[in-house]
């Protein structure tokens, strides 16, 4: 899709305007909301991260590829909408303690939302206080927690902990994922479940709740 290339440039260069206006292009031209998503914008936040891994750019241009991106993921949401909300079950989620990342986890919040799950979001840096506060009062299915630094891992584990701590562990279902997340290391920590992207997800909330 060669119209993607302004639209991925858009994206890298922190031009929000551009990279809004190439994803509503594209919408246009008829192209596909989810070859949008993976191809125009996941693969495009990649190349962000080696060109700051390279040294080539900070976090400030880091920060606005992400708010560029995360427009973009606005004007897609509505074509992600198919199922009807609370029919699939209830999921808490949130990006872990010291952790600020939140692309990812909002994707996967999309993603769910869209299949038909209720999403209550906690936002970024979530401790495993809060997890469990909201446990308490949501009643969620499932628990889903992201991690993008490898250094704010251990939280999860940590929340897992503070969940049997407080005897809800056994009341939910628990979700990670994350770039630098592993089924193994999901198995690890007594994870329920690990996905690596958010149209995964999707699927393994599914067959955590033996839904089809
Ligand atoms: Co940061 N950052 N960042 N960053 N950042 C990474 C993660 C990094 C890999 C970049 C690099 O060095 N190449 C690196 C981490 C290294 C490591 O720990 N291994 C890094 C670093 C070092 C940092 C800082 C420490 C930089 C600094 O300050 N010196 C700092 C930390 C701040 C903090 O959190 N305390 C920092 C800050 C930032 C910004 C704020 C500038 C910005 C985030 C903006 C935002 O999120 N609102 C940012 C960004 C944009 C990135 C990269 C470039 C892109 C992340 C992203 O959005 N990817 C990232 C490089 C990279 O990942 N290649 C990088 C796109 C997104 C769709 O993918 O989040 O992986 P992802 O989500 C996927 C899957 O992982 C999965 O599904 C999603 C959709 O398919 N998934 C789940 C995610 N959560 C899930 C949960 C699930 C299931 C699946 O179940 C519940």
Same mark, same amino acid.
């Given at each position: ?66 708010? &560029?991106?995360?427009?973009? /993921?606005? !004007? ?5 909408? %198919?199922?009807? *909300?609370?029919?699939?079950?209830? @999921? ?22 869209? &299949?038909?799950?209720?999403? /209550?979001? !906690? ?5 495993? %206080?809060?997890? *469990?506060?909201?446990?308490?009062? @949501? ?22 902990? &503070? ?50």
């Amino acid at each position: 899709m060669s119209d993607l290339k302004a639209l991925s440039e858009a994206v890298v260069n922190g031009d929000t305007k551009t990279a809004v206006t190439e994803t509503q292009r594209a919408l246009d031209a008829g192209g596909s909301a989810q070859d949008i998503l993976n191809e125009g914008l996941i693969a495009t936040m990649n190349e962000v991260g080696e060109r700051y891994s390279k040294g080539l750019i900070f976090v400030p241009q880091m920060l606005r590829s992400g708010k &560029a991106m995360q427009e973009c /993921t606005n !004007l897609l949401k509505p074509f992600f909408q %198919e199922g009807e *909300v609370t029919s699939k079950g209830k @999921v808490l989620i949130g990006t872990v303690r010291g952790d600020l990342h939140d692309i990812g986890k909002n994707l996967v919040s999309m993603m769910l939302e869209g &299949a038909g799950f209720a999403i /209550t979001d !906690l936002g970024v840096n979530v401790s495993p %206080e809060k997890f *469990v506060e909201k446990t308490r009062e @949501v009643e969620p299915d499932i628990v889903g927690m992201s991690a993008l630094l490898s250094t704010t891992m251990p939280a999860m584990p940590q929340t897992i902990e &503070a969940l049997e701590k407080a005897g809800l562990r056994n009341r939910v279902k628990v979700m990670i994922g994350g770039a630098p997340v592993t089924e193994r290391y999901a198995q690890k920590i007594m994870a329920d479940s690990y996905a690596s992207d958010a149209g995964s997800a999707v699927s393994k909330a599914k067959e955590l709740l033996g839904i089809s």
